[in-house]
């Protein structure tokens, strides 16, 4: 009954330290690109060419193969209690193999263009 108390006083405080994070470091960029000399346009474009367009593609494998994983992890987890950290090993590696699968994925759309 203690524990539990500080788990949504963690979560709001580590949500609000990513944000203010992320605020800060975005508007330090600015800064910078501003005391370069670059004005709001080039900002812009600057900004625009720095964007992978692959990451939703990333996230979205990565995200499946580790649901794949998971679920084969849980399966023998609940069904095959002799095997101890089997479960474990194939959600790791699943998740491994999300982002490996990922990496080929991206560089081959990559080369495409």
Same mark, same amino acid.
């Given at each position: 009954?203690? /524990?539990?108390?500080?788990?949504?006083?963690?979560? =709001? $405080?580590? !949500?609000?330290?990513?944000?203010? *994070? @992320?605020?800060? +470091?975005?508007?330090?960029?600015?800064?910078?690109?501003?005391?370069? /000399?670059?004005?709001?346009?080039?900002?812009?474009? =600057? $900004?625009? !060419?720095?964007?992978?367009?692959? *990451? @939703?593609?990333? +996230?979205?494998?990565?995200?499946?193969?580790?649901?794949?994983?998971? /679920?084969?992890?849980?399966?023998?987890?609940?069904?095959?209690?002799?095997?101890?950290?089997?479960?474990?090993?194939?959600?790791?590696?699943?998740?491994?193999?999300?982002?490996?699968?990922?990496?080929?994925?991206?560089?081959?759309?990559?080369?495409?263009?």
């Amino acid at each position: 009954m203690h /524990g539990e108390f500080f788990i949504p006083i963690t979560l =709001f $405080l580590v !949500t609000g330290i990513v944000l203010v *994070t @992320w605020i800060y +470091f975005r508007s330090k960029e600015k800064q910078m690109m501003i005391e370069k /000399g670059m004005n709001y346009e080039q900002m812009v474009e =600057f $900004l625009k !060419t720095k964007r992978n367009p692959y *990451t @939703w593609l990333k +996230f979205g494998i990565v995200v499946m193969i580790s649901g794949i994983g998971i /679920g084969i992890g849980s399966y023998f987890g609940e069904n095959y209690d002799n095997l101890g950290g089997l479960a474990a090993l194939f959600i790791i590696s699943f998740i491994g193999l999300g982002f490996i699968v990922a990496f080929y994925v991206t560089k081959k759309y990559e080369v495409n263009q």
